[in-house]
């Protein structure tokens, strides 16, 4: 018995001294090597980006940036990218959110099940999706057959090349950075907060409406943050499913270093595109601080 009680004080001091040594900062010195790898691979291409727009100097950067800010086909592209990654924004939390919801309600295996579902596809490739939604939507698909011996239609839908092929595309792709963080937030939901609720008299679409859409605003930014700034950059499923009608800033960039071999060109629309994301993080995180400083 006193061999025991030993072995139990011993493990807890062994607890407390590793709580102790991971409370400790660590040195400049023991992380030099992840800082270097970090600077490697993340800023370098960052900074080699940012030379390559002032390798002819301010002033030819100066008029580089000008004329591509000027150019009526960026202008258009761009605000093609903003107004779509918008909508798939608005769609995916939309959408998300109810999915985020309804799995939070479900027995355990069912949670099991539909976040197994949800993980999948991001083990599966981006092109081989994006190819997966050609089989269903090209004039010989799948829904184009099944309109036509249903007799709903006489000739062919042509979808493809189409601006919502493309939404939908970007949703599927987009879904699971919608569900994830909502669904994380609705876990760490004090269940206390939603009997006291019930006990008070609210309805569940009260409870709901004035207990759970508050605590969980905070998941729905976050995955409204991280959707559009993946869609800003989106390429793939644009140039499959969209075209040239339906191009995002990322194939125009493409198109200018891949086509015309305009180099500088490209690496200007890069760093305009990386200014504005890192402008459009900044802002969401200033809007999260005021939010949460207002509920303190």
């Known amino acids: 018995m006193q061999l025991k009680k030993n072995a139990g004080r011993g493990r807890a001091v062994a607890e407390v001294d590793r709580g102790i040594v991971l409370s400790q900062p660590v040195g400049f010195v023991s992380v030099s090597p992840l800082l270097i790898l970090l600077g490697i691979f993340f800023f370098g291409p960052i900074v080699a980006l940012t030379l390559a727009v002032l390798d002819g100097g301010l002033q030819e950067a100066s ?13 258009t592209v761009a605000l093609r990218t903003i107004r779509i990654s918008l909508i798939v924004t608005l769609i995916s939390v939309v959408v998300g959110y109810a999915m985020a919801y309804a799995i939070w309600r479900s027995s355990r295996t069912v949670r099991s099940i539909a976040l197994g579902l949800i993980m999948f596809p991001l083990f599966t490739s981006i092109v081989v999706r994006t190819y997966a939604w050609t089989a269903l939507f090209n004039r010989y698909g799948v829904i184009n057959t099944l309109l036509l011996e249903t007799g709903l239609i006489d000739q062919p839908l042509a979808m493809l090349n189409t601006e919502p092929v493309v939404l939908v595309g970007m949703v599927q792709a987009m879904l699971p950075f ?56 989106f390429y793939i499923t644009p140039a499959i499913l969209g075209g040239p009608r339906s191009a995002m800033i990322s194939n125009l960039i493409s198109t200018e270093v891949t086509t015309f071999y305009n180099l500088k060109g490209g690496a200007v629309m890069s760093v305009l595109l990386l200014a504005v994301t890192l402008c459009l993080l900044y802002i969401a995180g200033k809007i999260g601080s005021i939010a949460a400083h207002y509920r303190r």
């Not at 008029?63 to 202008?75: A, E, G, M, P, R």
């Open 63 to 75: 008029d580089l940036f000008s004329t591509v800010l000027t150019d009526k086909v960026f202008q």
């Open 178 to 233: 919608a569900i994830l963080p909502i669904y994380t937030i609705l876990l760490g939901l004090d269940l206390d907060l939603l009997r006291a609720s019930a006990i008070c008299g609210a309805r569940g679409r009260q409870t709901f409406l004035k207990v759970v859409l508050p605590l969980t605003k905070q998941g729905a930014g976050v995955a409204a943050v991280l959707v559009f700034v993946i869609s800003l950059g």
